[in-house]
Nanobody, 128 residues
Framework: QVQLVESGGGSVQAGGSLRLSCAVS????????MGWFRQAPGKEREGVAA???????SYADSVKGRFTISKDNAKNTLYLQMNSLKPEDTAMYYC??????????????????????WGQGTQVTVSS
């Protein structure tokens, strides 16, 4: 049974940084994608960043250059380093497992419809 547990959310002022973590257990697939999604109140869920099993990454245009997705295979942990945060980054952030092609995760309109496993989410609030 796959379990994903996010942590690291919080409140920060605009321009600040946060690092989200997602501890993964029970995952045995050899080819996979992992991604970060977010959902703000009244808005659809959107993909923010994705990483494949080889370490290739993809980013939504809205976060490109500010966010970095990475993973530590030894620790079975996925990360999202978020710098230069903006008020519009305020949302609940979720990590998820999905299948290739991984750049699909950050395509507008996808929102993780086919993602197979989800964490419970961690709240990020950015004040101006």
């Amino acid at each position: 049974q796959v379990q994903l547990v996010e942590s690291g959310g919080g409140s920060v002022q605009a321009g600040g940084s946060l690092r989200l973590s997602c501890a993964v257990s029970g995952y045995t697939y050899s080819s996979y994608c992992m991604g970060w999604f977010r959902q703000a109140p009244g808005k659809e869920r959107e993909g923010v960043a994705a990483i494949d099993s080889d370490g290739s990454t993809s980013y939504a245009d809205s976060v490109k250059g500010r966010f970095t997705i990475s993973k530590d295979n030894a620790k079975n942990t996925l990360y999202l380093q978020m710098n230069s945060l903006k008020p519009e980054d305020t949302a609940m952030y979720y990590c998820a497992v999905d299948i290739p092609p991984c750049d699909r995760l950050i395509k507008p309109g996808y929102g993780g419809s086919w993602s197979t496993d989800w964490g419970q989410g961690t709240q990020v609030t950015v004040s101006s």
